[in-house]
């Protein structure tokens, strides 16, 4: 079945890395995403990786993928005040058109 | 460039009520949802919508009812809200075979029922 899990906070210090963990129980997963979603705004597509990729960087950004442990981390590397938000990862399967959310991890960023 | 546009933002509703939330998207996405944000809960399926002219069930369907008016909206309606309704509702759409791109938001609904 599906099910897809996150710690629900996680706190660090301005300039800090910041890691963000994700599970996953379907091995049919073929796309992973991680969405922001900023207070009082909806969710926002930050990143995604394919099922074949092990790692995916864009700046500050780091996706981690391990097949075998059914696990998704996205790294956020000299965090900011400005990356408060809550963060969702998602998994697509190869079903079709539909994604499944994790609970979202809060992420506060203290000055 | 709108995207995905919900209305309204903010709605109070007594026990009993109905409205309709409305979505529109200027985008030619073929499929959209509909979803609730629940405090620890994440986000869940209501229901959706893969072309104009069909619409399923999600995953607590229970309470509502949709309508996908033409391919650019997608309505969901209370008929008698409960305080259990109390929740931020978004919209969402997606291109078919567009993968990479996942899901386009609106910035949601916040219904209180009292």
């Known amino acids: 079945g599906e099910d897809v899990e996150q710690s629900l906070f996680l706190s660090v210090r301005e300039g800090d890395s910041s890691v963000i963990n994700c599970t996953y129980t379907?091995?049919?997963?073929?796309?992973l995403y991680w969405y922001k979603q900023e207070p009082g705004a909806g969710l926002q597509l930050l990143t995604y990786?394919?099922?074949?990729?092990d790692m995916k960087q864009d700046q500050r950004l780091t996706v981690l993928l391990n097949k075998k442990d059914k696990h998704l981390s996205l790294r956020i590397a000299d965090t900011q005040t400005g990356d408060s938000a809550i963060y969702f990862c998602?998994?697509?399967?190869?079903?079709?058109?539909?994604?499944?959310f994790g609970g979202g991890t809060r992420l506060m960023v203290k000055p | 460039n709108a995207g995905v546009t919900q209305t309204p933002k903010f709605q109070v509703l007594k026990t009993g009520q109905s409205m309709t939330l409305q979505c529109a998207q200027d985008?030619?996405?073929?499929?959209m949802y509909w979803y609730r944000q629940d405090p620890g809960m994440g986000l869940r399926l209501i229901y959706y919508?893969?072309?104009?002219?069909?619409?399923d069930k999600g995953e607590v369907p229970n309470g509502y009812n949709v309508s996908r008016l033409n391919k650019r909206e997608f309505s969901l309606r209370l008929e008698s809200a409960a305080p259990s309704q109390t929740s931020v509702y978004f919209c969402?759409?997606?291109?078919?075979?567009?993968?990479?791109?996942?899901?386009?938001f609106g910035s949601g609904t916040r219904l209180t029922v009292v």
């Open positions: 998602a998994e697509r399967l190869n079903a079709g058109n539909m994604l499944t």
């Open positions: 379907d091995s049919s997963s073929t796309y």
């Open positions: 990786i394919f099922s074949n990729m």
């Open positions: 985008m030619n996405h073929n499929s």
């Open positions: 919508s893969a072309s104009e002219g069909t619409t």
């Open positions: 969402a759409t997606q291109a078919s075979g567009q993968f990479l791109y996942g899901y386009t």
